[in-house]
């Protein structure tokens, strides 16, 4: 079946699942109105494509526009080094979806500047959203945040003897990230807003109902929130937030691959992707092998729908990623978690309520919300982000590991080494939600700890040859030298170094 076949298939698919609900007292802000029955759309006025070594994104247009005249075309957004473009189709207004399969198959196959597929660009949103679910703010703080049931749930008092994730960035994709709060006030890095196109990935409400959901900025929260968990998990990592997703937590396929093209060019070892969707995506696809085989580690949501299929993409797939289910304080699965044979993992991702309906805040995922604020939430975002704070930690331990997908795989080993067996308790989920529950005691205790900074050979000190090293990696992007986790080996890197000379 073709891609496009594919597509049009799942998004005239329609499966009735009911929304699962968040902790629902307090102040809360609803979620987003497309619930677990509706399915992630595809843009028809809007294509991605990669075309074949030497060609041009004009060469295939001039082509295009001899044998089809009726269209417009306009290039939205290009990579023209890695060969990606994403283009807007202006074609007339009586053509159905029929006569754009029609167009769309014959650009697949009618053009050799074309390599091997195109698509329409499909949506991606933060799971939460897709759930309807609610989070609750207000009733939380620093206190609640540091001994929150999770911390004691995956030993990070442990882990922390062992590695803090010093040396290691992780790129958050998702509704940006405020920086000021006083869990990441000085971890977070100079990213990127693939919204607004401009330097200042703040989480940032717009203030308008932007998809008319008679909701306003609903998901705003979202990305301080998920980095506020992978800082709990790894306190010394650095935060690399890129803004893929509106406030709404609305997203593109298009603006997704480019996020994670971002994090690939500024060196992360880590992409957490609190976010899916029910469309597969080949040019996303094609970003995450790129990352893994450079050694970055792609943790992905699972989704909240309580169901497997549709799958959830990219998080259900066979290859290079970390998919993550959720699971409650008590190690069984979260009501509200998808489920399938290709998730890796299940991690912490439930809030409780008593008798009465209230948020059980010992029993609850708590984290910062922009304006300085704490709150708590549910949802395989939450867990995604437990699992990407671990990944950092082990990448930590092993500065000597290289950018390869060997490191990828090597990071994956360790996190699922260590998961503590669930089936037990989950006797109806048994090889469908992962390997087992995530804990990161066991994942660090895998291998020694992690040497200080600096110590890029693991002798146990600062010497001659952990200089060579860092000056023979010198400028490169991808390389445990980048101390500073700037996205290249510098002066800066080896200042740092002889600051722990000896």
């Known amino acids: 079946m073709s891609h496009f076949v594919q597509q049009l298939s799942a998004r005239f698919t329609m499966l009735l699942v009911s929304a699962v609900l968040c902790c629902v007292s307090g102040i809360t802000r609803p979620a987003s109105a497309i619930p677990c029955d509706l399915l992630s759309d595809v843009s028809l006025d809007r294509m991605n494509f990669r075309l074949v070594p030497g060609a041009t994104v004009s060469q295939l247009l001039d082509a295009i526009q001899v044998d089809w005249p009726e269209v417009d075309w306009t290039v939205v957004g290009g990579k023209p080094l890695r060969g990606y473009y994403c283009v807007h189709v202006a074609a007339p207004t009586s053509w159905t979806d ?64 062992r590695s803090t994730g010093v040396g290691v960035a992780v790129a958050v994709l998702d509704t940006g990230v405020d920086a000021e709060h006083e869990l990441l006030a000085g971890r977070v890095l100079q990213g990127w807003d693939f919204v607004d196109g401009d330097a200042f990935a703040d989480d940032e409400a717009s203030g308008q109902d932007l998809d008319g959901d008679g909701q306003i900025d609903e998901m705003t929260g979202h990305g301080t929130f998920v980095s506020g968990l992978i800082a709990l998990v790894a306190p010394d990592a650095r935060i690399l937030p890129v803004r893929v997703l509106d406030s709404e937590g609305r997203g593109d396929s298009w603006r997704l691959a480019s996020g994670i093209w971002y994090a690939i060019d500024h060196g992360v070892e880590v992409i957490n992707l609190s976010l899916g969707s029910t469309e597969d995506s080949m040019i996303v696809e094609e970003a995450l092998l790129e990352a893994y085989e450079l050694g970055i580690s792609v943790i992905a949501a699972g989704g909240n729908c309580d169901r497997n299929w549709p799958r959830e993409f990219p998080a259900m797939t066979d290859y290079e990623v970390i998919g993550v289910a959720g699971v409650d304080d008590l190690d069984s699965r979260a009501g509200f978690s998808n489920y399938h044979s290709t998730l890796k993992m299940s991690s912490p991702s439930t809030c409780a309520v008593d008798t009465m309906g209230e948020p059980v805040i010992e029993r609850s995922i708590i984290s910062g919300l922009p304006g300085g604020r704490f709150g708590i939430w549910e949802g395989t975002s939450m867990g995604t982000a437990f699992v990407s704070g671990t990944a950092a930690l082990v990448r930590s331990q092993h500065p000597e590991w ?54 890029l050979d693991g002798s146990g000190a600062v010497t001659v040859d952990d200089l060579l090293l860092l000056l023979g990696g ?17 002066v800066d890197d080896m200042l740092i170094l002889l600051g722990s000379w000896g």
């Open 98 to 161: 029929v006569e754009w399969g029609l167009f769309h198959s014959a650009m697949a196959v009618g053009y050799p500047t074309i390599a091997n597929w195109m698509e329409f660009v499909s949506d991606d949103e933060a799971p939460e959203g897709g759930t309807g679910s609610t989070f609750v703010d207000g009733l939380a703080d620093l206190e609640s945040y540091q001994i929150q049931y999770a911390a004691l749930t995956l030993g990070l008092s442990v882990s922390h003897m």
């Open 474 to 490: 010198w400028g490169e992007v991808h390389s445990s030298a980048d101390f500073d986790c700037n996205g290249a080996v510098d």
């Open 402 to 455: 290289d950018a390869s997908n060997s490191t990828s795989q090597s990071v994956a080993n360790a996190i699922m080494s260590g998961a503590v067996n669930i089936d037990k308790l989950n006797a109806d989920f048994i090889g469908l939600i992962g390997v087992g529950r995530l804990d990161s005691a066991a994942s660090t205790s895998l291998s020694p700890a992690a040497p200080m900074q600096g110590d």
